[in-house]
T-cell receptor
Framework: AQSVTQPDIHITVSEGASLELRCNYS??????LFWYVQSPGQGLQLLLK??????LVQGIKGFEAEFKRSQSSFNLRKPSVHWSDAAEYFC?????????????FGQGTTLQVKP | DTAVSQTPKYLVTQMGNDKSIKCEQN?????MYWYKQDSKKFLKIMFS???????INETVPNRFSPKSPDKAHLNLHINSLELGDSAVYFC????????????FGPGTRLTVT
């Protein structure tokens, strides 16, 4: 069965420091991969997505993610974190073009930013 | 303009009651979804409709009944509410049933006492 694991439940970084949030997936074929961000009391906003092609994808708010097939990973990175990045981050996988748009989400990583 | 809106934002009710949550999208999308986010923030899909037709129906108690009067609206009715139904319910939409790029509403926090 498809699954998504975000190994870090909670991460704290200092403002201005770099950030990497980990995401590992289990899926038989090439998945569609997503990162969403949920600010407190808000819905989820799509940060970036990977369908095919270049394995390094750029997203909004200065985020990027790299798809590594050999490691079944899709880690999210940002070179310099801002206080406004404090939020919940969700990695998600889509089962593939033959299925309906069902997304499977990881359990989320809470990012705290220290001043 | 809000792309995906939900009402109400907060809902507090007692066990055994029946309640509804409404969702509307103005993106012109064909497909809409209901997700449940539990207290541990785990997000799981419940239902999906494509052009008013049910296409995803996960293992959800039949006390939950979605209804899509048109492709811009997807409502969720819950009968005989239980304590375990307390959660945040998110509506989302996508351009088609094969599109995984989903746009989420702000959520409805349901508290059952």
């Amino acid at each position: 069965a498809q699954s998504v694991t975000q190994p870090d439940i909670h991460i704290t970084v200092s403002e201005g420091a770099s950030l990497e949030l980990r995401c590992n997936y289990s899926y038989g074929a090439t998945p569609y991969l997503f990162w969403y961000v949920q600010s407190p009391g808000q819905g989820l906003q799509l940060l970036l997505k990977y369908f095919s092609g270049d394995t390094l994808v750029q997203g909004i708010k200065g985020f990027e993610a790299e798809f590594k097939r050999s490691q079944s990973s899709f880690n999210l990175r940002k070179p310099s974190v801002h206080w406004s990045d404090a939020a919940e981050y969700f990695c998600a996988v889509g089962p593939g073009s033959s299925n309906t748009g069902k997304l499977i989400f990881g359990q989320g990583t809470t990012l705290q930013v220290k001043p | 303009d809000t792309a995906v809106s939900q009402t109400p934002k907060y809902l507090v009710t007692q066990m055994g009651n029946d309640k509804s949550i409404k969702c509307e999208q103005n993106l012109g999308h064909d497909t809409m979804y209901w997700y449940k986010q539990d207290s541990k923030k785990f997000l799981k899909i419940m239902f999906s409709y494509n052009n008013k037709e049910l296409i995803i129906n996960e293992t959800v108690p039949n006390r939950f009944s979605p209804k899509s009067p048109d492709k811009a609206h997807l409502n969720l009715h819950i009968n005989s509410l239980e304590l375990g139904d307390s959660a945040v319910y998110f509506c989302a939409s996508s351009q088609s049933q094969f599109s995984y790029e989903q746009y989420f509403g702000p959520g409805t926090r349901l508290t059952v006492t």
